[in-house]
């Protein structure tokens, strides 16, 4: 991936981020002012205990929750305050979504799964192309019901990635697969990752995982307690699960 000039900015900018869910007494402080920096392109594995702030955090940058207080920005652009109607552009045009259960609609093949959202992006990859990006392309005609976990996870990633998305946002993608299923997800992910240039964040339990990211980043009570880069990284099916 080429180098990032100095004069760009990140895909993702984050200072004094803060997330407060009630009040008074029973107030709960998700984000306790997160400060971090992400670049485009990266892939980045978020750790940390249930509880920490990851999935808090990765619902702000993803437009899908609000911050309480502090500045996200995304390629320079302040979003911390953006209207409805800007978060839903942001996430149409830019984001993609995979979470743990694969949310396809169970009436419609794998095919007609990812068409759902090739209907509404400005620039999309065919269904076809995005399912044969997973390894799924002899798959297409096939019902949800029909095909294993790790495949219905694979067309969950084909359906996000089929609008070209620029940032992936992965939330505990292989949390109800064995290691053997959930390393073909990884392997799909990192595809992604190079193949499209987006910028991928997966929150996991598994430690093991980090070894494939750019950077790795362990929360700990709503706070970022260290950012490490890895110089060297480990392909999906190197990893021990």
Known sequence: MPAVSSDTPPCFDIRELTKVYGSGEAAVHALRGVDLS????????????????????????????????????FRGEDLTRASVRQLTLYRRRHVGFVFQFYNLMPSLTARENVELVTEIADNPLSAAEALAMVGLDHRMDHFPAEMSGGEQQRVAIARAIAKRPEVMLCDEPTGALDS??????????????????ATTLIITHNAGVADMAHRVVTFSDGRVGKVEVNETRIEPEALTW
Do not use: W, Y
């Open 38 to 73: 992400i670049p485009d392109g990266d892939m980045v594995v978020l750790l940390g205990p249930s509880g920490s702030g990851k999935s808090t955090l990765l619902n702000i940058i993803g437009g899908l929750d609000r911050a309480t207080d502090g500045v996200f920005k």
């Open 180 to 197: 053997a299923t959930g390393v073909r997800v990884l392997q799909a992910l990192r595809d992604v990752n190079e193949q499209l240039g």
